[in-house]
């Protein structure tokens, strides 16, 4: 196909947008998490984290505070508050300080057993499933599967280098072939997660996730392009995100 009939189509894609939550696959030390990465590369952003009360932007998004892609050094408000900070005390560590951060497409395969009657998904906690739904179905019989949903996975330094090795080792390779598990234990500052390469194996999209698996894949670009920097100084004074970008908080 040529370059000119690529793009035609692809304009034609629907879009699919990240939303914060449910769209990001869930890391946690309550389960291990399986991935199999689909993107051929991650793009790359830089990221400040402004908690929830934080003392200089207490009412952030509604006061629920939030993660804001660095609009660059010269025009960035939370860059522009870490200045302010280091020219007050060259030696604080009240600052904001942007984090990079790899954002990719991967396909969840975490085992998970769906619930019959109202199709919640149940992860694994602590080792065991649980035996009843929220809406009251027995669980007991129901065996867990991978959840093959495409979602958006975004991880710092720690877990992208290993994900690089094992791209480093002959008999795994690029990515895209074998599935990798995170095993991630403890909390808070101390959390850590191991990532363990399976071995190599196919993955039938159209089977697992349907023949229209490609329009389910996330516009990444899209998802990590820094917002204007008026909308982000009406966040960080106080105005909710959903509201500044126009969006209802329950469309899909
Ligand atoms: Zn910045
Ligand atoms: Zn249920």
Not at 20 to 39: A, C, I, P, W
Not at 124 to 129: A, L, P, Q
Not at 211 to 222: A, M, T, V
Request: net charge negative; aromatic share 8%; hydrophobic share 30%.
């Amino acid at each position: 196909m040529s370059e000119f009939a690529k793009t035609v189509d692809e304009s034609s894609k629907p879009k699919t947008k990240g939303k914060f939550g449910s769209d990001y696959v869930r890391v946690s030390s309550d389960h291990q998490t399986t991935v199999r990465v689909l993107d051929a590369r991650p793009e790359v952003m830089w990221s400040h984290f402004v908690p929830r009360g934080h003392h200089a932007f207490p009412g952030a998004n509604a006061g629920k505070g939030m993660s804001f892609t660095c609009l660059g050094f010269d025009t960035c408000p939370i860059c522009a508050w870490n200045k302010s900070q280091k020219s007050k005390d060259e030696s604080t560590k009240d600052t904001l300080n942007a984090r990079r951060l790899y954002t990719f497409n991967v396909l969840d395969r975490t085992q998970v057993t769906i619930c019959t009657a109202c199709e919640v998904e149940h992860y694994e906690t602590n080792g065991s499933y649980p035996s009843e739904c929220e809406c009251g179905v027995d669980l007991s019989s129901v065996e867990a599967v991978p959840r093959n949903k495409i979602q958006i996975m975004q991880k710092g330094k720690r877990i992208v280098d290993q994900f690089k090795s094992f791209e480093e080792e002959e008999e795994l390779g690029d990515l895209r072939g074998y599935d990798i598990k995170l095993d991630t234990r403890g909390a808070g500052t101390d959390i850590m997660t191991t990532c363990i390469p399976k071995q190599k194996s196919k993955v039938d999209m159209k089977a697992v996730v349907g023949d229209d698996w490609e329009s389910k894949l996330y516009d990444i670009k899209e998802i990590v392009a820094p917002m204007s920097s008026e909308s982000v100084n009406r966040i960080l004074a106080g105005e909710d995100f959903y509201t500044v970008l126009g969006r209802g908080k329950d469309t899909t």
